[in-house]
T-cell receptor, first 113, second 114 residues
Framework: EAQVTQNPRYLITVTGKKLTVTCSQNMNHEYMSWYRQDPGLGLRQIYYSMNVEVTDKGDVPEGYKVSRKEKRNFPLILESPSPNQTSLYFC????????????FGPGTRLTVL | AQKVTQAQTEISVVEKEDVTLDCVYETRDTTYYLFWYKQPPSGELVFLIRRNSFDEQNEISGRYSWNFQKSTSSFNFTITASQVVDSAVYFCALSDDDTDKLIFGTGTRLQVFP
């Protein structure tokens, strides 16, 4: 089954404790990205990747890191989480933003205390 | 810079009413791509449609239709004879050839009451 998986689905952590949210897709998509969803702000792109070893900042990259060592995986790293990073996070993949729909993961609800 | 505006924060209708969700976009590029996504109460994001800037034909898919007007930079979404299952947050999004970013609007929450 074609899908994007994210783990964990829910996470409560404390300020400053490094965490990683994993994202994996099995569709051989080149384009992957991370979004955060906040009430009243819609979905905002954090980082995106056009292919392996190619990443670029979205609109809200501060406080986040990503890597793309393999085509299927695109982890989101919060090296020192802060309460303003409490949000719902979505990973997505597609052939490209231009030519295809984005396939979204189920979301990760992160709370930083 | 790219921008997507969904001015309607929340819309409430009664079943069987028609409803239109507005989307206004800004881009300097002549080649761009517009999308609509649905987020039902369960939380997942579901792709509805993609339209490129060279194709101004309106699209109809069952009870759903989309009106793309370059003259007004709008890509509006109409649900005919709404149903309770249409209750969701709907997002409009934009991508252009100048950047590989995907910009979403803030979403419109549609509530359909029986």
């Amino acid at each position: 089954e074609a899908q994007v998986t994210q783990n964990p689905r829910y996470l409560i952590t404390v300020t400053g404790k490094k965490l990683t949210v994993t994202c994996s897709q099995n569709m051989n998509h080149e384009y992957m990205s991370w979004y955060r969803q906040d009430p009243g702000l819609g979905l905002r792109q954090i980082y995106y990747s056009m292919n392996v070893e190619v990443t670029d900042k979205g609109d809200v990259p501060e406080g986040y890191k990503v890597s793309r060592k393999e085509k299927r995986n695109f982890p989101l790293i919060l090296e020192s989480p802060s309460p303003n990073q409490t949000s719902l996070y979505f990973c997505a993949s597609s052939l490209s933003t231009r030519y295809g729909e984005q396939f979204f993961g189920p979301g990760t609800r992160l709370t930083v205390l | 810079a790219q921008k997507v505006t969904q001015a309607q924060t929340e819309i409430s209708v009664v079943e069987k009413e028609d409803v239109t969700l507005d989307c206004v976009y800004e881009t300097r590029d002549t080649t761009y791509y517009l999308f609509w996504y649905k987020q039902p109460p369960s939380g997942e994001l579901v792709f509805l449609i993609r339209r490129n800037s060279f194709d101004e034909q309106n699209e109809i898919s069952g009870r759903y239709s989309w009106n793309f007007q370059k003259s007004t930079s709008s890509f509006n979404f109409t649900i005919t004879a709404s149903q309770v299952v249409d209750s969701a947050v709907y997002f409009c999004a934009l991508s252009d050839d100048d950047t590989d970013k995907l910009i979403f609007g803030t979403g419109t929450r549609l509530q359909v009451f029986p």
